[in-house]
């Protein structure tokens, strides 16, 4: 690692590995904190059996109480004595953060007309900005450039005729669009 992580950095970033997220996007998420709090961009975790066993590891950290991947962090070299502590605490987090995040049953609610009117993408990203996810978080989780996301959101923001991030959640929440306030003038608060 670069710099000494603190206590309070680690618990943060254990409760950020616990924050909801999409089906289908949390794994690169969890890879992502992973390489993170080790300070190596070699970590891998391997999400099918297939993987585990093609792949050659140099070192591997066990999670505990895994029966299916993955089963191991994977990297090319040692852990520096700094990492292996931070590792120690990271592994059993790690595993009940995979093993819930697997019992996910159901994707989030998506309104009717983002259906009609939005790309698979832009729902995406409508959806991670509705929780309140900043561009870089949603960049971060999506694998994508936040200016791509940027972009997203503007389109999405045109497409379903919202003006902000709030119109967006409400429209989320109540699965349809928010009814528009307007002020004694005749403006629109939305």
Known sequence: MNEPIEVAELVTCIQELY???LRGHWQRRVLNRVRRWLGRDDATLFWTEDEEVATPCGARIVLPDRSRAPRWICLQGPLSPESKAIAQVLVGHLATVVTLMEAEVAPPEIPPRWRSRLTQRQVQVALLAAEGSSNDDIAAELGIAPRTVARLLQETFLRLEVSNRTAL???????RPPTPYFDSQGHSGL
């Open 19 to 21: 924050r909801p997220s």
């Open 169 to 175: 959640a409400a429209e989320c929440a109540l699965g």
